[in-house]
């Protein structure tokens, strides 16, 4: 595991193009950090991101390809959300952990706490690490946002993201607001604005978000300022200035 990552960061200290590995056969990690976070790869040019799963429709299975209810939330793991979207590795380097794997409604006071906790140890404290991404069911997603918007202690970005389409779905939305929220989370134009929720290309603070709807995708919404920007074929635009 080390070997592979002592080979990539050499590759990159000597000057080479930046190599972009896609380990996808046999062996999922190829860097182990000092706080035991798995990289999916080490580009010594890209940020780093932690994905903290929690489950949720994201995470969502159907053996109907055309079932947007009645599927089972949680259903599939952190590894197989980021092998949907090998664009993420163009992006950042991404560590995934598997706080939980259930639908929202299950989110515990202290499923809560412990994800305050693994951010600011894990991402706050690390200074390795360029942001965080929650993946979260969308019921209660609002509230988790707010709450993690309140207790995580620092500037880097907190992008909790979600899903209205299962996995299973044609069409399924979670593979691209995953790459979004990896994208909010990796860019520097994203700290210091709070906790904020990335779904159907809206970047929205977490103090103002709303769900407005149960089943749409355009259902994340917020009243005044609260709509921070938008993402443009996956380049993030603010509308103001971190205040
Ligand atoms: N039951 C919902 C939840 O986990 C499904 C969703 O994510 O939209 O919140």
Redesign the pocket.
């Known amino acids: 595991m080390f070997s592979k990552a002592s080979f990539l960061c050499a590759f990159a200290a000597v000057g080479y193009a930046s190599p972009i590995v896609y380990p996808r056969a046999d062996d999922p990690f190829v860097f182990t950090n000092s706080n035991g976070l798995n990289f999916t790869q080490m580009n010594a040019s890209l940020p780093n991101v932690t994905i903290f799963a929690t ?4 995470a ?1 299975s159907s053996s109907s390809s055309t079932a947007t209810t009645g599927y089972t ?2 259903a599939v793991g952190i590894l197989t959300l980021i092998d949907a979207v090998p664009e993420i590795l163009n992006i950042s380097n991404v560590a995934g952990i598997q706080i939980s794997n ?6 515990t006071s202290a499923l809560l706490l412990k994800m305050a906790k693994q951010i600011n140890e894990y991402v706050c404290n690390d200074p390795t690490m360029a942001g965080a991404v929650v993946t ?6 609002e509230e988790t946002a707010f709450f993690l918007d309140a207790t995580v202690n620092c500037g880097k970005p907190v992008i909790i993201v ?3 389409r299962p996995s299973t779905a044609i069409s399924a939305d979670g593979p691209f607001n995953l790459l979004e929220a990896v994208t909010v989370a990796a860019s520097p134009s994203a700290r210091d604005r709070g906790a904020m929720v990335v779904m159907n290309d809206r970047i929205v603070s977490a103090y103002y978000v709303t769900k407005t709807n ?1 089943n749409t995708m355009d259902t994340f919404k917020a009243v005044e300022m609260g709509n921070l920007g938008e993402l443009i074929s996956n380049t993030p635009y603010f509308f103001y200035p971190p205040i």
């Open positions: 489950g949720g429709t994201i969502g939330a949680g259930v639908g929202s409604e299950d989110v979260h069911g969308t019921d209660v997603l979600g899903a209205m149960a």
